[in-house]
Structure formats: C-alpha cells, structure tokens
C-alpha cells in the first residue's frame, strides 16, 4: 500500500510539476501578449493623439482659410456694388449687374474679381451697362480660345476700353488685341467690307467711329470664338475657378455677421481716436 501511495505521489507530483511549468509558461506568455498590448494599445493612443492634434491644426488652418476667403468676398462685393452704383447711377442697378457678373464667371474659366474688374473698367471708359454682359461674354471667349489669364483680361478690356473712351478705333489698341490672339483687323476689314489694308489706311486717317469697330470686333469673336467660355468652364481650369468662387462666397455667408461688426467697431475707434476726447491725451 505504501509502495503504491509512493508510485501515485511521484506520478501526481509529476503531472503537479508539468501542470505548474505549464501555467508559468502560460502567464509568461500571457504576460508577454500582455506587454505586446499594453506597447499597441500606447501606439493607437499616441496615433490618435496626434490624429487629434493633426485634426486641431487643420482645423485652424480651415478656419484661417474661411475667415481669409470669406472676407476677401466680402471686400471685393461691397468695393464692386459701391463702383457700380455710382457708375450706372443707383444701388439697384448695381445689385442687378453684381448678379450678372457672378453668372458670367459662373459660366467661364475666370474668377469673379477678374470679371468684376473687367466690368469697372468698361464702364468707367464709356460703355452703358446694358452692354457690359455682352463686352464681357466676347472677351471671355477669345481669352478662353487663346488659352488666356487674368492679364490678358486686363490688355483686352483696356483696349476696347480706350476705342470707346477715343470715339474711333487707332491703329494702337488694333495692335494691343491681335497681340492677344485677335483678328481685329480682319474681323474689322470683313465688317466694313474691305481687305485690311484698306482698312488700316481708314483707321490711319481716324475715319471708322469706336460704334462700327466695337461692334465690328464683338460680331467677329462671337463668330469665330462664340461659346468657347462655355467650353472651357467644364475644364479642370474652370472647374477649380468657380469652385475657389463658390468657396470664397460661402465663406462670405459666415463670415458677414463678423464682418458689419467689425466695421462698425472700427468706425467707433476711428471716430473716437480722431474725436476730441482722444486729442486730450496727445
């Protein structure tokens, strides 16, 4: 009996000896899987922390950007309606010709302050605003068909600027837009019926008024370029154009209620420093 107590006692010391082994083994392991978890769990958090400063920094970024975007519209729409209202003579017309031009670059590879610019400088050289759309859709389309920018935007509207401020088309600004891409001289010899140099000697002598050779030049890029706005307006270069628009208008829309605030915060100061109140301390 005692031999066989002996045997089971070696036996189940035995299996005792594997079975604690095993669990030392186990929690060893299990302490390891635990450091291995412990090490990633530290990793997300680290990760995560920094996606949430990563998050806060683009958040600034955004807002910056908005509050930039938002009153750069701001500024440019108040400048524009003031202009127009004194150039077409009331608020109303203004408002009318802001809603034009915004279409106008709504449907064309060009931002809004270029056309806005565009359309001052039209109507400061002489055009009546019933025409500003259509002077604006044919500068739009050569430029467009020329592959043009801002800059070139400028060089035209100048150019048909100065022919309706001058009452007669000069050789000069004919120069200034066939260096841009256009035909004037052609599309002017095919109006008044004549071959270019014939028409070059008329322009030479001042004997084509700036009514026959604006509407000479607007007929001949809507004939030869007529919708190329259009066209170009799907492109990515027209796409990203009235996305940065559409983008700054919005922001605009946030940023109005801040915007008379501030406005009217610094009409305070300023009347305040420039008042007598504030003289006494200088």
Do not use: C
């Not at 004939?223 to 307006?233: D, P, Y």
């Amino acid at each position: 009996m005692g031999e066989k107590i002996h045997v089971l006692s070696a036996v189940f010391g035995s299996e005792y000896d594997g079975f604690i082994n095993g669990a030392n083994k186990v929690i060893h392991k299990s302490g390891e899987v635990g450091i291995a978890v412990g090490r990633a769990l530290a990793a997300v958090d680290n990760m995560l922390t920094r996606l949430a400063a990563a998050a806060t920094a683009t958040a600034a970024i955004v807002g910056g950007t908005v509050a930039k975007m938002g009153g750069d519209f701001l500024v440019l729409e108040e400048n524009a309606k003031t202009s127009f209202t004194t150039l077409l003579g009331s608020a109303e017309a203004a408002k009318e010709m802001w809603l034009e031009l915004k279409e106008i670059a709504r449907t064309s590879p060009f931002q809004l302050d270029n056309i806005s610019d565009a359309a001052r400088r039209l109507l400061g050289m002489g055009y009546a605003g019933k025409d500003i759309p259509r002077v604006l859709r044919a500068i739009g389309d050569a430029i467009a068909a020329m592959g043009g920018g801002q800059e070139m935007i400028q060089r035209v509207s100048i150019a048909l600027g100065q022919i309706r401020a001058k009452g007669v088309v000069a050789a000069e600004e004919m120069l200034q837009l066939a260096e841009n891409g256009i035909p004037a001289w052609q599309m002017l010899a095919d109006a008044i019926g004549t071959d270019i140099p014939t028409a070059m000697k008329l322009v030479e002598q001042r004997a084509i008024s700036s009514d026959i050779a604006i509407e000479a030049l607007l007929r001949g890029i809507e004939q030869r370029f007529g919708g190329m706005s259009m066209k170009m307006a799907t492109n990515w270069t027209g796409l990203w154009a009235a996305f940065i628009d559409t983008v700054k208008e919005k922001s605009g829309d946030v940023m109005k209620p801040l915007f008379v605030a501030a406005k009217r915060w610094l009409q305070q100061v300023t009347d305040y420093l420039s008042g007598p109140a504030f003289r006494g301390f200088v």
